[in-house]
C-alpha cells in the first residue's frame, strides 16, 4: 500500500512539473496584436494570406516564439480603431503594430483628427507599457500637396514623440504595382503581402527585441 501511495505521489509532482513547464512556455511566448484596417485584416484573401499570419509564420522561421492576433477590421478608419483600441488589446499583449490611418486619406478627412486619433492610441498604448510599431501611411497624390504636407508627417512625428519604433510606409515595394495588388489597385494579393511581410520583418524583430529587453530587466 506505501509503495502504491509514493508511486501516486510520483505521479502527481511529474504531472505538476509538466504543468508547470507549459505554462512557463505559454509565458514566454510573445504575443502582439496586428492592429489596423484591411492592410491587416486580409481584405478579399485566403486566412493563411493575411498579414497577421504570414508575418508570424516568418518570425517563427527565425526562431521567434511569438503568436500575433489579427485585429483588422476592413475599412476601419483612426476613429474606429481608437473606440476599439481598449477592448482590441488585452492586457496579456506585448506588443502592438498600429496599421491605421490608410483610409482616413481615401475619404479626405482632415489630417488633424487623424494626428489626435493616433496620438491618442499611441498614449494609451505606451502608458499601458505596451511596445507600439507605428506602421506609416502616406496620402494619396490626388488629394494635393497640401494635404499631404498635413497628413505624411503624422506618423513619424507621433512615434517620437512617445519614442515608439517606426515604419515608414506600410505599402512599401507593393503600392502601385498591378502585380502584387488585387484588381482594385489598393488591396494586396497573397504575394503583395509577402513582400510587406519581408520589408517590415527587422522593424518587427526590433519590436520583440524591446520586449525581450524589458522582460529581462523586470527580472
Partial sequence: MRSRNVFLQLVALMALCVAS???????????????????TAGYLLAPEDAF?????????ARGHDVTIVNAGVSGDTT???LSRLD?????????????????DALRGLDP????????????????RGVKVLVAGMLAP?????????LYDPIFPEISQKY???YYPFFLEGVAANPMLNLADGLHPTGEGVA?????????????????KAERASAE
Fill in 87 to 103: 477592448w482590441s488589446v488585452g492586457e496579456d499583449v506585448q506588443g502592438v503594430i498600429l496599421e491605421l490611418g490608410a483610409n
Fill in 79 to 81: 476613429s474606429g480603431g
Fill in 112 to 127: 488633424a483628427t487623424t494626428r489626435a486619433n493616433m496620438d491618442e492610441m499611441v498614449r494609451r498604448l505606451t502608458e
Fill in 195 to 211: 513582400v510587406i511581410v519581408e520589408n517590415i520583418l527587422p522593424s518587427v524583430e526590433k519590436l520583440i527585441d524591446q520586449i
Fill in 21 to 39: 513547464t507549459i505554462s512557463a512556455k505559454a509565458e514566454d511566448t510573445i504575443k502582439l496584436v496586428a492592429f489596423g484596417d484591411s492592410l
Fill in 141 to 149: 497624390r490626388n488629394l494635393g500637396e497640401e494635404y499631404a504636407e
Fill in 52 to 60: 497577421p499570419v504570414q508575418l508570424e509564420k516568418a518570425l517563427r
Fill in 163 to 165: 519614442e515608439a519604433l
